[in-house]
């Protein structure tokens, strides 16, 4: 048996190259300490290769291997899942390096780079990961081919990557178009894909919202049919939170239902939403929704919320009927929760709010005079509000008068309630900014809100904003404009960056177009697709049939491409191809490297009796190859090729 041929330089640069592109892109998503260890081990790595020094010792190797998995397992504890995985991939294939002799071994990390070019869309499915995956997968690619034949120059092998992958476009855009989509992931993601997500919690306190806003991730996008509704409409509703300890709001335990727990009435708004993955149940709608989303239920605290946690991006339409309220006939329960208290708390608060009882008889002139004491109050909205103790409603109003809108709202339903007025607290997101370039209404992070809802008799529930009786602003404008000078606002929000708000725009609409028609193709969006093409309600047979014929007619376009380049080749160069082949068949087949004399002496010594034939059309091809001989020399070699008989 031959002994495997040893790597290259050339071969050994190319894995290193491959090792960096596919690590690359996962630094950002995996501890400090295993991308530090994964660069010194590839650093390593080149510097043998630069010294011409031998790789260690695989009993240096093992224990390495053990150390790192043991490192995996003290950083995420348990060695399975995503995040593990993916950790100890890197390890991996860092390690594998140091132990590559071969090009078999080097297919082992091409494999191990094909693959964890892939993880990195357990992280990020934008533009710039799909961007950085392809230029993954062209390096390991052309590694691949300098594994056959490192002969070729950097330049000619990623060439030749380029255009194999290029070739495979076609198939992809058929598959892509007509492959039966799945609603969710085709595969199973681990437990922990999903943890790294952010949006609103289903708990709120003070200080925990603004923690929100120094974030400029998308929380959704929204598409209207007719021009966006003003600011002061645009209340996204989320959880409602009904239960209080003292210091946090927790949602009660409202029922759900298949359908709406009221009848839609007056002026509607018809949009679309494209929500991004946040892990949690939550759908958003602005206040209150007319109809339901698919696969999605309403409590009877009028909140959306979908049959499972959101953990892939979801878009659904939307009817919203924003001058309506509901729950005129709230049940006695509902309203005692609306109610309570603990006992003790806020002692400030609660004395001021039994003076605004005994003083008003009529429910909205008590949400009037609250809403003038915040007013009276001089109350700052900002970003950095000082920290709150037991009594957190009485130190803000009496104390420390500075803080966030879950500040306000929680002050302003905790008075409520100690005036006996049924109130709650309401979570979600004020306002969105409309791209001028698409016309999308994109709301982030920093623009998450808590306002109050109190319960009127004979009208329901009615939503009170205490935020907008301080910092009016803040719902008029935006957040930049409602805070302090001075504050810590989030970059893309700063005044003085006005360019770099142009050039999110424009990167916001290419980015929401990738989303909608790319991440976002969807059973639903390539049924609406095809139907444009004019498959009316094509079944999986129909699309199967499709698929293949598709395939089939791409297969053959590009064998008939390939036919045409065959013909193209010099006659010479077919006619010594043609014997190639003939010799081949007897385990003769001609080596890459080996030109005409080289391949004819090696044919000699293993058939000598065939020598004086290939030896004379080894000099006719050379030579109008390679010579300078007359073109009347090609019948020649075609004369002595089709009489060859090895």
Sequence with gaps: ????????????????????????????????????????????????????????????????????????????????????????????????????????????????????????????????????????????????????????????????????????????????????????????????????????????????????????????????????????????????????????????????????????????????????????????????????????????????????????????????HPEMHAGWDEDDRTLRQALALPAGSNPRTRALAEGWRRKNADVRAIVREASSFFLRQGLVYTLSPPLLGEHTADEFLFDTRMGFCEHFANAFVVALRAAGVPARVVTGYQGGEVNPVDGYLTVRQYDAHAWAEAWIAGEGWLRVDPTAVSAPTRIDLNLAAAVPVGDPLPLLMRPKLAWLRNLRFRWDAVANTWNQWVLGYNPRRQKEFLDRLGMRSPDWQTMTATLAALCGAVLLALIFWTLRQRRRLDPAVRAWAKLGRRLARRNLARRPWEGPRDYAERVAGARPTLADDIRAIAELYGRLRYGNGPPSMLGELRRRVASFRP
């Design 1 to 320: 048996m031959d002994k495997p041929e040893t790597l290259s330089r050339i071969q050994s640069g190319w894995l290193l190259a491959t090792g960096l592109s596919a690590l690359a892109p996962l630094v950002p998503h995996v501890p400090a300490w295993l991308s530090a260890v994964a660069g010194l081990l590839l650093s390593w790595r080149g510097w043998l290769v630069w010294r011409r020094d031998p790789l260690p010792s695989r009993w240096l190797l093992i224990p390495m291997t053990f150390a790192g998995i043991a490192g995996v397992l003290l950083q995420y504890r348990t060695l399975f899942g995503q995040n593990a995985g993916v950790a100890l991939l890197i390890i991996f294939l860092a390690l594998k390096q140091l132990e590559s002799r071969t090009a078999r071994d080097g297919l082992a990390i091409v494999l191990l780079a094909y693959f964890l070019s892939m993880a990195q869309f357990f992280y990020s499915q934008a533009i710039p990961g799909a961007l950085a995956t392809l230029a993954c997968v062209v390096i390991t690619t052309a590694t691949l081919a300098s594994l056959a034949d490192d002969r070729q120059t950097p330049r000619d092998l990623l060439r030749l990557s380029s255009r194999m992958l290029a070739q495979a476009v076609p198939f992809l855009l058929v598959l892509f178009v007509l492959f039966p989509r799945v609603q969710g992931p085709l595969w199973g993601l681990p437990t922990d894909a999903h943890s790294g997500l952010t949006g609103l919690s289903d708990t709120m306190a003070p200080g925990s919202i603004n923690q929100l806003s120094r974030s400029d991730a998308i929380a959704f996008r929204a598409k209207f049919e007719g021009g966006v509704p003003p600011r002061q409409q645009l209340y996204w509703r989320g959880p409602v939170l009904s239960e209080f300890d003292g210091r946090n709001w927790r949602p009660a335990n409202a029922t759900s239902h298949a359908r709406l727990p009221y009848e839609p009435e007056g002026a509607a708004i018809d949009y679309e939403i494209t929500l991004e993955p946040h892990n949690k149940r939550w759908l958003f709608a602005i206040e209150l929704p007319g109809r339901l989303p698919p696969e999605a239920v309403a409590g009877t605290d009028f909140q959306l919320l979908s049959k499972g946690n959101v953990i892939g991006r979801l878009r659904y339409g939307m009817r919203s």
